[in-house]
Each structure stands twice: as C-alpha cells, then as structure tokens.
C-alpha cells in the first residue's frame, strides 16, 4: 500500500472535501457497475464521515480504491498551522489479487477514517488495529443457552436464544 503525504496549505493542496475516496475502475472491463457499488456501501456505512467517493474512469484491467485524508496529529508535539493529507491505497486489484469483500474495503476505510468505531457483523471475525492480536474466531459451535447475543426471559425453560443469532 502507497502512501504519500503533502501538507494542506501547498499548492498541491486537495481542493476537494476530506476524507476522499477514489475508485478507479476499467472501463473496459466494464467495472463501472462494481465501482459504483463499492462507492454506495461506502457512503451507506459511512455517510456523512467521508467528505467524497469519487469514481474515475479507466483503462488496462485498472481497479484501484484510494483514501486521501488528513493525517492524524500526535497531541504531544506542538500542531502544525497547515494540517498534512495523506493518499493510501485501500485496494489494487493486481497487488492485491482480484476484487475486495465489501466488508474488508470497509473496514480498511474504517481504520483510517474513525479507528475506533465498531462495523457490527462486519467485525465479528476480524481483529482491529491496537487490539493486540486477539481475534475471534468460529468455533463452529453454537453457544450454550444464557452465553453471547441477546436473551429472552418466559419461556418453558427461562431462556430461549434469538432465532436471529442461532
């Protein structure tokens, strides 16, 4: 993953909202329909904490999702008048191999933009960064009744798990 940081008050300076996300897709490869989807699971999950998804077209088997965004500020150094941006590359279809799974697109975008937030299901499987290498994992059982998700009290034998989390 590539990274490149200027600061915002350069002449190079992004003129556009931060964060940005950039997919680029090939247009002849006909990956506009992908890009456009990956674009709206992003804005459906992050909303108004993304400032812009843009799609760029492309050519030569391009598919390539970008972050530019602005770098975090260590609180114990004195703040800079000029905040920093920096570009990332989220996602490279030939470095990476193929296309991402929407939920590791978004958790990518998650750790840059808001660290700290929680994606849900989309994080049942997945350690965060600062999490010390604990991860869940499937153990392929289903809990015991009373252990993990939520409960219901009153029935024949005083709890009864939801069918949702079975």
Do not use: N
Not at 49 to 73: C, H, M, N, R, Y
Not at 98 to 103: H, N, V, W
Not at 137 to 142: Q, T
Request: with cysteine; net charge negative.
């Amino acid at each position: 993953m590539a990274d490149a940081s200027t600061p915002a008050g350069d002449a190079g300076s992004p003129s556009f909202p931060l964060p940005r996300v950039t997919i680029k897709f090939c247009t002849q490869c006909k990956w506009m329909l992908r890009a456009a989807y990956f674009a709206q699971e992003l804005l459906s999950t992050f909303s108004t904490a993304l400032g812009e998804v843009a799609l760029q077209p492309s050519t030569g088997g391009v598919f390539i999702v970008e972050i530019t965004a602005t770098a975090p500020t260590d609180s114990s150094t004195v703040q800079s008048p000029t905040p920093t941006t920096v570009q990332k590359v989220l996602w490279d279809r030939k470095v990476d191999g193929g296309f991402p799974e929407t939920k590791e697109l978004k958790r990518r975008v998650r750790d840059i933009i808001q660290p700290d937030r929680d994606l849900g299901h989309v994080d049942r499987d997945h350690a965060r960064p600062g999490d010390k290498g604990q991860k869940t994992e499937k153990s392929g059982e289903k809990p015991k009744d009373g252990e993990g998700g939520p409960v219901f009290e009153g029935t024949e034998t005083g709890i009864k798990k939801c069918e949702d989390c079975l």
